[in-house]
């Protein structure tokens, strides 16, 4: 098996803002994992707010090619057990956890979704994302967009807004990216019509999660406060819902163990991602089939996509049936 890999930059079709900060591109790391005729994708992405730093992924990269490639073709769960044992950063993780997924499905002939009995009909429908922005501008690209969900960012509460994103009567979401405080979650709980909301997304920063009641009228999903497996029970009194991340809880391999695990105890799950090409969503696109909701959008938000595979359409998510996970560049 041989490795390679290369830094790309993605740029952003229009800035993106969140309550984290404003940014027209993003930094992603594509790797490449190869053995006879076939080559496997996978990529993961320089997000400021979880400190990722690609320039020491790639110094960690050359410390374990050698061990990489005098690796023989396994089962990818064997695969992940020896990546495992690498010490890698989850992000650097997921792309070599996907890649080699992609990798072994087209060594295989068979699809991401034929190997894992994964149901690629009636998916989840993904949201598109509204950047933050004045309540009007967000109204408008709302219903100038051809997406029928949506997932409003906002920066701190303003009760008017919620108020007039209400009265669209639209499958709507809000993701404030932790900038709610206690009071306004004990209020967006206590009100019956914040029902009409999908789900609200990561209200608080992260372990401050104690305010919140699943009781409540909100759906509140966990994010940045639900990395991996070992965090589910923890977050169940206070939780209804998770977004599980590939390069949040290290690929594809843990995802599918995550999504099991959130089921069992009775969680709402949606697949979501960053910004990313669509080496990224692809591997997204796999797991809506065992989802509640979706947020498949990355590469949407790019006007320099350099792959293809399963993509994203009006919100529509559209296998392509190829082997592995339908990655070309």
């Known amino acids: 098996m041989e490795l390679n890999y290369e830094l790309k930059k993605l740029q952003l079709k229009e800035t993106f803002s969140i309550a984290y900060g404003n940014y027209d591109t993003r930094e992603a790391l594509l790797i490449e994992l190869s053995y006879l005729n076939c080559k496997g994708y996978g990529e993961c992405v320089a997000i ?15 410390e374990i090619q ?85 997932k409003v960012k906002c920066k701190g509460l303003h009760k008017d807004n919620i108020e007039k994103l209400l009265r669209l009567n639209l499958n709507i979401a809000l ?15 206590e009100n019956k019509d914040v029902l009409q909301f999908s789900y ?46 590939l390069m949040k809880c ?8 995550m999504i099991i695990k959130a089921k069992e105890l009775g969680y709402k799950t949606m697949i979501g991602c960053m910004t990313e090409s669509t080496v990224g969503i692809s591997a997204g696109c796999v797991l809506a089939g065992l989802t509640d909701f979706a947020d498949l959008d990355g590469a949407n938000l790019i006007s320099n996509d350099y792959a293809s595979g399963n993509f994203v359409k009006n919100g529509n998510i559209i296998l392509s049936g190829k082997p592995g996970l339908g990655i070309e560049l």
């Open 66 to 150: 050698p061990l990489l490639e005098k690796q023989k073709i396994i089962h990818p769960a064997d695969f992940f057990l020896f990546l495992f044992t690498l010490d890698l950063h989850p992000f650097l993780l997921s792309a070599l956890d996907c890649a080699y997924w992609d990798l072994f499905g087209k060594l295989e002939n068979k699809s991401f979704t034929e190997l894992n009995h994964i149901p690629s009909e009636g998916l989840a429908e993904s949201s598109i994302t509204i950047s933050v922005a004045d309540i009007e501008n967000q109204i408008r690209k709302i219903e100038k967009s051809s997406w029928n969900r949506f």
């Open 48 to 62: 400021d707010y979880y400190h990722i730093d690609l320039e020491s992924f790639i110094i960690k990269l050359k």
């Open 200 to 245: 609200l997304e990561q209200p608080r920063p992260v372990d401050q999660y104690k305010v919140l009641k699943k009781e409540g009228f909100a759906n509140w999903m966990a994010d940045e406060d639900s990395q991996d497996l070992n965090s589910l029970e923890e977050l169940l009194p206070y939780y209804k819902s998770v977004n599980i991340k």
């Open 250 to 257: 290290g690929g594809l391999t843990p995802a599918l163990e």
């Open 175 to 189: 993701d404030s990216n932790a900038s709610f405080t206690d009071q306004d979650c004990l209020w967006l709980q």
